[in-house]
């Protein structure tokens, strides 16, 4: 089944019928006592993964459970950079992979996920930073990613707000520019997936949180939840900031710490920031909203909580590196902050794979950079919990690389800067 299509007529009817009658995007059924596959987690990689079970592997009965509401955890808190500039082969295909879905996934999903492909820029403010970038762009180039370096005039006007000056506090010197990344909206994605899942018949369980998994002779069973036993033969955990929790249910202990990363959005201002602009050096990052706010993230604050909120100064030292680059933010007044909980992995690369109980699998450790991940990410665990093995593009991802010792420490992904 499609998800329906709307006309002009029937979107004025809905209007001025005051949303009365619009049928709703998903179904939103009770659960039912057993399913082929149960995915736990109504994130934008659960949903993903329900979406392609069933369109492209015709497993259908197909249940994706969410404590709360969809959307509600790390892909409704994200700064929505999607991007495939990756320096190691395993990264570069995995991420590519995602950046060509997202190319078609408002068309796929007969949903507008608002993909913007306004480009991702890198600055660079020495020699090193140099360096790397263009070891990083020829490693693109070479693996098929476009990649574009820029010189100090091209970065200053491509980008004519950002203090470019040789007194600048980290003068810029140039930048790697991804033409191809940018940002997409992100309820939209989470939205997006769940319609046209529901559309193939899966069924999205709201408020119901899962309180345990259980397991028989090293088999899963089924989730316990807050409405009760579902059983299915395969279980699919994408549940990002609470991963250690979930898995511990099944006995299970993670390479994972979990941390809160914050963002923040200034009052809407108008269109004044047409890309995505990272440093290293302040490790900040900054965009501008289609509704004209500057939306502007940084670092983690660095200890250990479940707490969707942060504190000051790792806000403070955010809106400094922000400044540093772009002194006109210092006329605008911040809005918004908030805060999302960032499962970090030990190699800051995410674990998507099979867990060491038969049909059950995990999505998970995005560190802090797994919203541009979310089609590939439900397209491989769709793949891995079908075929009950990994995709050869998930395949150095799988857990076993912490015994085996073949981590994917790629400098600046997850643990430290080069960014989102
Ligand atoms: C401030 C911030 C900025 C970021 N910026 C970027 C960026 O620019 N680019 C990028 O690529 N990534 C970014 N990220 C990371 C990105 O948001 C996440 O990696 C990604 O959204 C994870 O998606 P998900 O679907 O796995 O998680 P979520 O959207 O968090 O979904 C997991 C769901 O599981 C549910 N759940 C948890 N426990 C249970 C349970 N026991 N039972 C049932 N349901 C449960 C939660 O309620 C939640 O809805 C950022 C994150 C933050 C916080």
Redesign the pocket.
């Known amino acids: 089944m499609k998800p329906a299509r709307y006309s002009i007529f029937s979107l004025l009817r809905n209007a001025f019928g005051y949303h009365r009658h619009w049928s709703r995007a998903w179904r939103s059924p009770e659960p039912e006592d057993r399913y082929d596959a149960v995915i736990?987690?109504?994130?934008?990689?659960?949903?993903?993964t329900a979406y392609y079970l069933a369109s492209l592997h015709g497993i259908t009965r197909v249940a994706v459970?969410?404590?709360?509401?969809?959307?509600?955890?790390?892909?409704?808190?994200?700064?929505?950079?999607?991007?495939s500039n990756y320096l190691l082969d395993a990264n570069a295909h995995f991420y590519e992979h995602s950046l060509k879905l997202w190319e078609g996934l408002s068309s796929e999903l007969n949903y507008n996920v608002m993909f913007s492909q306004r480009a991702v820029l890198n600055l660079t403010h020495n020699d090193a930073q140099v360096d790397a970038a263009h070891r990083r762009g020829n490693a693109m180039r070479l693996n098929g990613i476009d990649a574009r370096w820029l010189s100090k005039d091209e970065v200053q006007a491509m980008v004519p707000l950002l203090d470019c000056s040789p007194c600048a506090r980290f003068p810029v010197n140039g930048g790697l520019m991804q033409p191809r990344g940018g940002?997409a909206r992100?309820d939209a994605v989470?939205w997006g997936f769940a319609r046209a899942a529901s559309a193939h018949g899966v069924d999205i369980i709201q408020n119901?949180?899962?309180?345990g998994i259980r397991t028989q002779s090293g088999s899963v069973l089924g989730v316990e939840?807050t409405k009760g036993f579902i059983a299915a033969p395969k279980v699919g955990i994408?549940?990002?900031?609470?991963t250690s929790?979930?898995a511990a249910?099944a006995g299970i202990r993670l390479p994972i710490e979990s941390h809160?990363?914050?963002?923040m959005v200034t009052e809407p201002v108008k269109p004044v920031l047409d890309t995505v602009v990272t440093s290293g050096a302040t490790h900040v990052?900054i965009s501008q909203t289609d509704k004209g706010e500057i939306l502007i993230?940084g670092d983690l604050d660095f200890y250990n909580s479940y707490a969707r909120r942060g504190n000051l100064p790792a806000l403070e030292q955010v809106v400094q590196g922000a400044i540093t680059h772009f002194p006109f933010l210092g006329r605008l007044r911040m809005m918004r902050t908030?805060?999302?909980?960032?499962d970090m992995t030990m190699d800051g690369s995410p674990i998507i794979g099979k867990l060491p109980i038969e049909g059950l699998y995990l999505?998970?450790g995005?560190?802090?950079?797994?919203?541009?991940?979310?089609p590939g990410?439900g397209w491989c665990f769709a793949w891995t919990i079908a075929n009950d093995e990994p995709h050869p593009l998930n395949a150095p991802f799988t857990l076993e690389r912490f015994h085996r010792g073949t981590v994917l420490d790629e400098k600046g992904v997850g643990a430290s800067p080069w960014l989102?």
């Open positions: 736990i987690g109504g994130g934008g990689h659960g949903l993903a459970v969410e404590k709360g509401w969809l959307g509600g955890g790390n892909t409704g808190r994200n700064t929505t950079i999607v991007r940002t992100h989470a119901c949180e899962v309180v939840t994408a549940v990002a900031g609470h929790q979930v249910m809160v990363l914050q963002a990052y993230g908030w805060g999302g909980v960032m999505n998970g995005w560190c802090y950079g797994g919203f541009k991940a979310t990410s989102h």
